[in-house]
């Protein structure tokens, strides 16, 4: 089983900015792509980045060029920088990710707990 533990969610002001982190735990035996989604109030899940384990990503087209997702495989851990926030962006936060972990060595996808970001104008 992998625990996905997220932090850095909170309040901001319009044009502020934040980053999310998500942290891997358990008996992880590989990670693949590594994601964050979204659920705005009302609305449902929705993508905002996928970073593939080789470092390619890609971002919804509303946070393009304002977000930017990393991942550090050392630390089995990946990030969200967030940049010029808006209303808009006002979400729970969801991480994701594809992986395998020991002693059954299958690829499942795991979900964190999400983290409220809430950005105020």
């Known amino acids: 089983q992998m625990r996905l533990v997220e932090s850095g969610g909170g309040l901001v002001l319009a044009g502020g900015s934040l980053r999310l982190s998500c942290a891997a735990s358990g008996r992880i035996f590989s990670i693949n792509a590594m994601g964050w989604y979204r659920q705005p109030p009302g609305k449902q899940r929705e993508l905002v980045a996928t970073i593939t384990r080789g470092g390619t990503t890609n971002y919804a087209d509303s946070v393009k060029g304002r977000f930017t997702i990393s991942r550090d495989n050392a630390k089995n851990t990946v990030y969200l920088q967030m940049n010029s926030l808006q209303p808009e962006d006002t979400a729970v936060y969801y991480c994701?990710?594809?992986?395998?972990?020991?002693?059954?060595?299958?690829?499942?996808?795991?979900w964190g707990q999400g983290t409220q970001v809430t950005v105020s104008s």
């Open positions: 994701a990710l594809n992986g395998a972990t020991m002693p059954i060595i299958r690829a499942d996808d795991y």
